[in-house]
């Protein structure tokens, strides 16, 4: 659940079954985030949040509400990029190096630029549009070597190595970048 809220702009509600008390945090968005029981009115998180008010405006170091909407408005530009661009590019390297794959995914997490899964799921991050095309084809490579090898074993990284000899630099290029939106 949204809330709307005129000083700290929009809050996230999140209705956790196993909670007995309510929770504040910062999400990744910078915006306020709740953790409420499950059964908690709406009038009741209103009412919380109100009398909490200048608790939170203390102890947690929430982005400005305009610094959220340029955030939203960024990752659906990207969102939209990678859409039109990544399962692309995920399935030419898959052909040209003989890969096979269940699905692409695209996500927008924040510490991590992709993943493959045991189903052969290969998830990429939207950040990747925000970085150079070379690194964007390294982490390709890396997830497609992971349908091979679940680990970063040696043998995982001769393969990586086989379809890019340079992946140490370019390894070491992409941690001066962040996966977070």
Not at 33 to 50: A, E, G, I
Not at 53 to 78: C, F, M, S, T, Y
Request: hydrophobic share 35%.
């Amino acid at each position: 659940m949204m809330l709307q809220d005129p000083e700290f702009g929009e809050v996230i509600v999140r209705k956790n079954p196993l909670s007995k008390s309510v929770r504040f945090s910062v999400s990744p968005s910078g915006r306020l985030q709740m953790s409420v029981p499950q059964h908690t009115s709406d009038f009741l998180v209103k009412r919380f949040l109100n009398t909490n008010r200048a608790l939170v405006r203390e102890k947690i170091p929430l982005g400005k509400p305009e610094n959220q909407r340029a955030r939203d408005a960024k990752k659906k530009i990207l969102t939209r990029q990678a859409k039109e661009y990544l399962p692309y590019r995920l399935e030419y390297f898959a052909k040209l190096y003989g890969y096979q794959y269940e699905r692409c995914r695209l996500s927008h997490a924040a510490t991590r630029w992709g993943s493959c899964s045991s189903n052969r799921t290969i998830s990429l991050n939207i950040g990747l549009m925000q970085v150079p095309e070379i690194l964007r084809d390294y982490v390709i490579i890396h997830e497609l070597a992971h349908l091979n090898h679940m680990n970063h074993s040696e043998a995982f990284w001769r393969e990586v190595s086989m379809h890019d000899p340079k992946y140490k630099e370019h390894r070491n290029k992409l941690k001066m970048f962040s996966p977070g939106v």
